[in-house]
């Protein structure tokens, strides 16, 4: 794997129904409102009336001094299942939600496969890897802990892979 790919995985047990978890991811525009890393959502374009195609440019903030800007093109959604994106900007690569249910748990997972594409990122990577790992599992736990907080609902654990 080339410095500047990386691929995270993070699962999410949640103690809520699979309709509400589905209903709070699929709805981008609204997760500033309740994921403080999101600092900004903006529609660019509306996609299709199933939401393929539908283009949203994301702010995101860590605990590292950086905000990371992309695109994320929506070019996949099997409803209750799986949600996929295509991202450029700051970073390039997929992005996809897939969900499932264990009794009453509903489990998500979020594959994150990316290139950093600022300079200063690429040129940092050989180091900064773990640093980057790091930031981003945080940015997945706040995300974990404010969904269910949100659905005023038990997290029930949350794992983080790479």
């Known amino acids: 794997m080339h410095p500047s790919e990386y691929r995270f995985t993070t699962i999410w047990r949640v103690d809520a129904p699979l309709q509400a978890v589905w209903d709070a991811i699929h709805d981008p525009a609204r997760w500033p409102q309740w994921w403080s890393c999101v600092e900004r959502v903006i529609e660019v374009e509306p996609g299709a009336s199933d939401g393929v195609g539908a283009l949203h440019r994301y702010t995101w903030k860590g605990r590292l001094p950086y905000r990371v800007a992309f695109d994320m093109r929506v070019t996949r959604i099997e409803p209750l299942a799986v949600l996929e994106g295509q991202a450029c900007g700051d970073v390039e690569g997929t992005g996809r939600w897939q969900f499932s249910t264990r009794g009453d748990v509903t489990v998500v ?38 969904l269910a907080g949100l659905l005023d609902a038990r997290l029930l654990g949350i794992e983080h892979s790479s």
């Not at 200063?120 to 640093?131: D, E, G, I, K, Q």
């Open 109 to 146: 997972r979020y594959e994150w496969r990316v290139r950093t594409k600022r300079g200063w990122m690429n040129f940092v990577a050989p180091l900064a890897r773990p640093f980057f790992k790091w930031n981003h599992d945080y940015v997945m736990q706040r995300g974990g802990e404010a």
